[in-house]
């Protein structure tokens, strides 16, 4: 397996605009999760699937925020409005059944001019 | 909610010296306790993991301790090189199956 896939590895634009992040997860994996790690908070989690129902999106800031999980090879994360104070890494990882590795992909390098 | 906290942020060692990473948790229910290395430009990485039934792990020079009274745990590196400079994050997780990372611990070894 090639791992988790986040797309696009880096994405720069500006406020106001509505930016997709993209992550494929290892095949057969259970759960599903997006972090944003910043300078001044770290790995936070935003959200996390288990077979593709959110379970939990109590760390998810603002309504801008959302996330989907059509199936169990894809998700997404969506920020409309994007604005400045959004511009993080936001990485994706997956894992399977039972408190187990939770493997990560490389990231997105989001930054909102 | 769930807490993890972790010291250092920094920490500089001599090549050949250990270093230590501690970490503390809330949440008395957690059963698992991975700890992560993150490079420069990449995902952080699973190095070593521990659950709860068991006291201490060991693996070649890496080391994990758990003390579920006190709700502390350690990594321990030993007999450090120049690619063991990374950021360490250690993490807590529950039934809830949820992790709640820590803060972070530059570590520098020093050549």
């Known amino acids: 397996d090639a791992g988790v896939i986040q797309s696009p590895r880096h994405e720069v634009t500006e406020m106001g605009q509505e930016v997709t992040l993209r992550c494929k997860p290892i095949?057969?994996?259970?759960?599903l999760f997006w972090y944003r790690q910043t300078m001044m908070r770290g790995l936070e989690l935003l959200i996390y699937f288990n077979n593709n129902v959110p379970i939990d999106d109590s760390g998810m800031p603002e309504d801008r925020f959302s996330a989907k999980m059509p199936n169990a090879s894809f998700s997404t994360l969506k920020i409309q409005p994007s604005e400045p104070r959004d511009s993080a890494v936001y990485f994706c990882?997956?894992?399977?059944?039972?408190?187990?590795?939770?493997?990560f992909g490389q990231g997105t390098r989001l930054t909102v001019v | 909610g769930e807490n993890v906290e972790q010291h250092p942020s920094t920490l500089s060692v001599q090549e050949g010296d250990s270093a230590v990473i501690k970490c503390t948790y809330s949440d008395s229910a957690s059963n698992y306790f991975p700890w992560y290395k993150q490079e420069l430009g990449k995902g952080p990485q699973l190095i070593i993991d521990?659950?709860?039934?068991?006291g201490e792990k060991k693996d070649q020079r890496i080391a994990v301790t758990l003390n579920k009274t006190a709700k502390h745990f350690s990594l321990h590196i030993t007999e450090t090189q120049p690619e063991d400079s990374a950021v360490y994050f250690c993490a807590a997780t529950s039934g809830t199956y949820k992790y709640i990372f820590g803060t972070g611990t530059r570590l520098k070894v020093l050549a």
């Open positions: 095949s057969g994996h259970d759960y």
């Open positions: 990882a997956s894992r399977s059944q039972g408190p187990t590795e939770a493997f």
């Open positions: 521990i659950r709860s039934n068991v």
